[in-house]
């Protein structure tokens, strides 16, 4: 297995928020792993703009320390990181006045790949994007990138979509949802459209139901009053349960082009029904031995945000009728998982006499940790005494698969900005796809508003609270363990 670097054009990227959290964290160590494999063009350039009063020297000196606190292995390379530090340059820009614009406009380029990522709260979107047009940054082949989250309901999305339009067209839009960007995800679809085994048995035909899982184990911590205001189903499920939902949903687009990928994870999201209050389980975790309760970490005693959420949904399109798809998301759970498992139908019919146990194909995606897939398969049972019957798993790490190869995977944020510079949206979502998703939400979360509903606490953890666990023995199924 060779790991390939596809090149990409020469490119000025601006980083708007340049100073802040998620610039530091996640996209400048990205970007230097980008650079370390030689991915990243000579004379590409790297423009913090924030509102920090920051000259060069003071930006490149605040991103080799970031670089440091959290790069991986790659942070080792001083002299790659003293290479890299070299294509960065900084303006102290005011998004919402006149500061920094002018300077901003002399340093950035008209004759290489232009990008510009909204790294900035999502109130700033408007003001960045005119201003990158009324001082003749911006043109027709730029690209900006906007971050999560892309409104709070569907107005608030309307009106965001509808201000980047004013200024910018479609294929120059590029909403990130992290998650599309991760490895397995996009496995995901390799799996279901790159086999002839699982396809044909992709459908109510043959499956009893899909479980999506993502458990954290932190809390709200540091972001509590912020994530009050949102809750589970707002930062977690209405984008990266939803996109999840969708690639596993979708019908097979005629190619892997972003305008074939997204048409039809619109479909799923518009064939999604309402989902009836006794199929959601709301939750807030408890104070446990090594923490604070939701509430105390939110500053909030008497919030009614919800830290987990369950729910039993259905899409209502001839290949899912009747299939249930379970979601469940939470903080401060057992364990940090992400899963997807398709569930296929009981066999009907066992043609070993004396074997009485229920026996089923159960086919898991790992996300994370230990990325991978895992096919339980029934086999004999070893040794002589008849045809006994087991059900074991053919478990595929990548890890394990690809070797040294699956540490040259880039993580998600890295492969999404190449995409950007590349010029392919296909793993950023639409307007329309964000603006759908909303639809379906709203009136969930309107509804439980409207009925004061109460989050069932759960204990710091553990796997949520048990309605969750009742409502799928209700349907006589069973969650998938979580564990690491
Ligand atoms: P942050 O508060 O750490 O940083 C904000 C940045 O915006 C700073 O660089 C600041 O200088 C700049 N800024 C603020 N007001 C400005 C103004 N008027 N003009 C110019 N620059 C200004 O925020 P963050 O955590 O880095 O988040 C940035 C965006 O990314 C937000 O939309 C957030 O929702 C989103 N996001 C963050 C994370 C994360 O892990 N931090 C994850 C997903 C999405």
Same mark, same amino acid.
């Given at each position: 297995m060779v790991s390939r670097v596809i090149p990409v054009e020469t490119f000025d990227l601006v980083i708007f928020g340049g100073t802040g959290d998620l610039a530091r964290r996640k996209i400048l160590p990205g970007l230097f792993r980008r650079f370390r494999s030689g991915q990243m063009p000579e004379g590409s350039r790297i423009i913090g703009a924030a509102r920090s009063d920051l000259d060069q020297a003071g930006y490149r000196q605040m991103i080799a320390?970031?670089?440091?606190?959290?790069g991986g292995e790659e942070k080792h390379?001083?002299?790659?990181?003293? *290479?890299?530090?070299? $294509?960065?340059?900084?303006?102290a820009i005011d998004a919402k006045g006149e500061g920094g614009w002018a300077e901003l406009a002399s340093i950035v380029r008209k004759d290489v790949v232009q990008a510009f990522?909204?790294?900035?709260?999502?109130?700033?979107?408007?003001?960045? *994007?005119?201003?990158?047009? $009324?001082? @003749?940054?911006?043109n027709a082949q730029s690209r900006i990138v906007v971050e999560k989250p892309f409104g709070r309901d569907?107005?608030?999305?309307? %009106? /965001?979509?509808? $201000? /980047?339009?004013?200024?910018?067209?479609? @294929?120059?839009?590029y909403r990130i949802d992290h998650y599309l960007g991760k490895e397995t995800v996009q496995n995901l679809m390799a799996v279901r459209f790159g086999n002839m085994l699982f396809e044909p048995l992709w459908n109510n035909h043959y499956v009893d139901h899909i479980q999506i899982t993502v458990a954290e184990t932190v809390g709200v911590g540091g972001r509590g009053a912020y994530y009050d205001k949102s809750g589970a189903m707002r930062d977690m499920v209405q984008n990266h349960l939803m996109q999840l939902l969708c690639l596993i949903a979708m019908e097979p687009p005629s190619q892997f082009g972003a305008d074939e990928v997204r048409d039809e994870k619109l479909k799923v999201i518009r064939a999604l029904q309402p989902v009836e209050p006794h199929h959601i389980v709301r939750g807030q975790y408890?104070?446990?031995?090594?923490?604070?309760?939701?509430?105390?970490?939110?500053?909030?005693?008497?919030?009614f945000t919800e830290s987990f959420i369950a729910m039993k949904c259905e899409i209502a399109?001839?290949?899912?009728?009747?299939?249930?798809?379970?979601?469940?998301?939470?903080?401060?759970?057992? %364990?940090?998982?992400?899963?997807?498992?398709?569930?296929?139908?009981? /066999?009907?019919?066992?043609?070993?006499?004396?074997?009485? *146990?229920?026996?089923?194909?159960?086919?898991?995606?790992? /996300?994370?940790?230990?990325?991978? #897939?895992?096919?339980?398969? $029934?086999?004999?049972?070893?040794?002589?005494?008849?045809?006994?019957?087991?059900?074991?798993?053919?478990?595929? @790490?990548?890890?394990?698969?690809?070797g040294p190869d699956a540490e040259e995977v880039p993580d998600a944020y890295e492969r999404l900005i190449m995409d950007v510079i590349r010029g392919n949206q296909t793993l950023f979502m639409r307007g329309d796809e964000v603006e759908a998703a909303w639809s379906w939400t709203d009136p969930l979360i309107n509804g439980w508003e409207?009925?004061?509903?109460?989050?069932?606490?759960?204990? %710091?953890?553990?796997?949520?609270?048990?309605?969750? #666990?009742?409502? #799928?023995?209700?349907?006589?199924?069973?969650?998938?363990?979580?564990k690491a």
């Open positions: 320390a970031a670089v440091a606190e959290f390379d001083s002299k790659g990181l003293e *290479a890299f530090i070299a $294509t960065l340059d900084y303006v990522y909204f790294s900035v709260a999502p109130s700033l979107f408007g003001d960045l *994007a005119e201003r990158l047009h $009324t001082n @003749s940054i911006a569907l107005e608030t999305a309307r %009106a /965001l979509n509808e $201000t /980047l339009a004013t200024h910018f067209d479609e @294929s120059q839009i408890d104070a446990g031995y090594d923490g604070k309760s939701y509430r105390e970490d939110a500053e909030n005693p008497r919030s399109n001839w290949r899912w009728a009747g299939v249930p798809f379970y979601l469940r998301t939470g903080k401060r759970m057992k %364990a940090r998982s992400s899963e997807i498992t398709v569930v296929f139908k009981d /066999l009907g019919h066992s043609i070993f006499e004396g074997d009485e *146990a229920r026996h089923r194909n159960i086919l898991s995606i790992r /996300l994370q940790p230990n990325e991978g #897939m895992d096919l339980q398969v $029934t086999i004999k049972e070893p040794g002589p005494g008849g045809m006994r019957l087991i059900d074991v798993p053919l478990d595929m @790490s990548f890890a394990d698969a690809l409207a009925r004061n509903d109460v989050p069932k606490l759960y204990d %710091a953890g553990s796997t949520g609270p048990e309605d969750a #666990m009742a409502m #799928m023995h209700r349907d006589g199924r069973k969650w998938r363990e979580i």
